[in-house]
Nanobody
Framework: QVQLVESGGGLVQPGGSLRLSCVAS????????MAWHRQTPGKERDFVAH???????NYADSVKGRFTISRDNAKNTLYLQMNSLKPDDTAVYYC???????????????WGRGTLVTVSS
């Protein structure tokens, strides 16, 4: 059973910082692309950033220069460092990863349950 569990969300003032983490657990052979997405009530889930297994990154325009995605392959952990936070960054943040379980020939997409980030004074 492959699971992704996010942590690190909370309430922060505008201009503040938070660091999100996402840990993959279970029985799997490999982890490929890892990504963060976010969603606010009544809206679609939006892409925030992704990182390949080799460390290449890509960001949504709205977070470039403020957010940094990284991963620790030895710990099966994904991070999102969020700086200069704005009220518009308020959302539930979800971790998504392409993971190949031992029983599978190909990678599957897995999602965490999300962690809430609230930016407010």
């Amino acid at each position: 059973q492959v699971q992704l569990v996010e942590s690190g969300g909370g309430l922060v003032q505008p201009g503040g910082s938070l660091r999100l983490s996402c840990v993959a657990s279970g029985s799997f052979a490999s982890i490929g692309l890892m990504a963060w997405h976010r969603q606010t009530p009544g809206k679609e889930r939006d892409f925030v950033a992704h990182i390949t297994g080799g460390g290449s990154t890509n960001y949504a325009d709205s977070v470039k220069g403020r957010f940094t995605i990284s991963r620790d392959n030895a710990k099966n952990t994904l991070y999102l460092q969020m700086n200069s936070l704005k009220p518009d960054d308020t959302a539930v943040y979800y971790c998504k990863s392409k993971i190949r379980p031992y029983y599978a020939l190909f990678e599957n997409d897995y999602w965490g349950r999300g962690t809430l980030v609230t930016v407010s004074s």
